[in-house]
């Protein structure tokens, strides 16, 4: 068996009280206290960016494809569905769906209450699934087989109770236009995404709609919501997407559309860092300044074995080696108690947030792997460099005053 290791075995703080077996626990929670810390951090702030980037792009898609128009108008010029990029858009590898979308403004006049709302038509290729995590009561829009217009749609919350309405009522929605006119509409689902953008305007309702009073030919869409095959190739995707398509047909990324809910999610990140940091340089002072205790106590032992031979690398290695255990020991306590709140959390989600603040009624967490190895061999790799400062110290330590140190 190796020397070293033998003689940190023997000294570790199982075989150990007192003052040495204090410090030993004193370093084993620095290190589990500090990762469990910094695993929470980051997986709560990837379960914020990956809730919030989801509810955007369940109703935006990641771009959007639509005709250039000089106006800042919410209703865009229509587009064809028989475009050459809608067309072959499936032959493309980094496209994952593509989906029709209109827009038309109006006024939803309830009891005592009118609201100024945009009806987003929708089409039977609407990603349902992806939206079904925004759907808080009711159903989703049942299609007409025929390519009639239905006339039921989608509230949010927010603006059903502001008109204090409910699933299974009907609704009437005034369009201004030449000349105007309505349609009166079968509320069959609440949505919340607690996104004001979406919340305070927005209603789903059929593109059918939107065709007919635009007197748009059953062809013509507002434009075009692409979904990526992987989000996170959103900003190297757009050149190669703008080179697809039509060129009449302009890209809006949502990252920049949305851009004040994206920039807020990006300045989380700065926070998690600097946590990071801070809990990177405690642990390696921690370690420093314990491992400075522990060969201040193991002072005579060392004297010793210098008498009897050892080298200052045998030395050292056996405060290195103390020193790893140390941290291997708190880096199991620590995963331990990081991933088990964090389980606990997904499981019961009782940790509750104010919707109206967080854009979610509860803390999230996203299980991303790579981070936590990549934290755990963060901490290793630090705390396991800075034992060598320490340890340095043994090569000035002279075996007769060593001995006779009390």
């Not at 103390?322 to 606990?344: E, K, P, S, T, V």
Request: with cysteine; hydrophobic share 45%.
């Amino acid at each position: 068996m190796n020397l070293s290791y033998f003689i940190a075995k023997r000294i570790s703080f199982k075989r150990t009280g007192g003052f040495t077996g204090t410090i030993h626990r004193i370093a084993v929670a620095s290190i589990a206290i500090g990762l469990s810390i910094l695993i929470l951090s980051f997986l709560i702030l990837g379960g914020f960016q990956e809730v919030v980037s989801s509810k955007v792009f369940s109703f935006t898609g990641h771009y959007q494809v639509h005709k250039f128009t000089s106006s800042n108008a919410y209703e865009d010029l229509p587009s064809s569905k028989n475009s050459n990029f809608y067309k072959k858009y499936h032959e493309y590898g980094f496209i994952g769906h593509v989906q029709e979308y209109a827009y038309k403004p109006g006024l939803l006049k309830g009891d005592e209450e009118v609201q100024g709302v945009l009806l987003k038509g929708i089409g039977k290729d609407f990603d349902q699934e992806v939206f079904s995590q925004s759907l808080k009561s009711g159903r989703f829009i049942q299609f007409a087989e025929d390519g009639s217009a239905s006339n039921e749609i989608l509230l949010s919350s927010k603006i059903a109770d502001k008109l204090r309405l409910k699933v299974g009522e009907k609704i009437i929605m005034y369009f201004v236009q030449d000349p105007p006119r309505y349609r009166r509409f079968d509320i069959v689902g609440i949505y919340e995404t607690y996104l004001e953008d979406f919340d305070d305007k927005v209603i789903l309702g059929d593109i059918q709609t939107i065709r007919n009073l635009n007197g748009w030919e059953n062809d013509m869409v507002g434009g075009f919501e692409v979904f990526l095959k992987n989000p996170n190739q959103i900003d190297e995707m757009e050149d190669e997407l703008y080179g697809r398509i039509d060129y009449d047909l302009k890209i809006d990324k949502v990252t920049d559309k949305y851009i004040q809910i994206f920039d807020w999610l990006k300045l989380l990140n700065n926070n998690v860092y600097v946590f990071l940091g801070l809990i990177l340089f405690v642990a390696a002072f921690n370690m420093v300044a314990i491992l400075f205790i522990l060969i201040m106590e193991r002072t005579q032992m060392i004297g010793m074995l210098k008498a009897m031979g050892s080298t200052n690398r045998q030395i050292r290695r056996i405060f290195v080696w103390n020193g790893i255990r140390i941290i291997g020991r708190g880096l199991l306590i620590g995963n331990l108690i990081g991933l088990g709140i964090c389980a606990l959390q997904d499981w019961t989600k009782v940790i509750g947030l104010d919707p109206t603040n967080y854009y979610m009624s509860y803390v999230p967490i996203q299980w991303n792997w790579p981070i936590i190895i990549s934290l755990n061999v963060l901490v290793l790799l630090v705390t396991t460099l800075v034992l060598f400062i320490p340890a340095m110290v043994i090569s000035n330590v002279q075996p007769i005053k060593a001995i006779r140190f009390d």
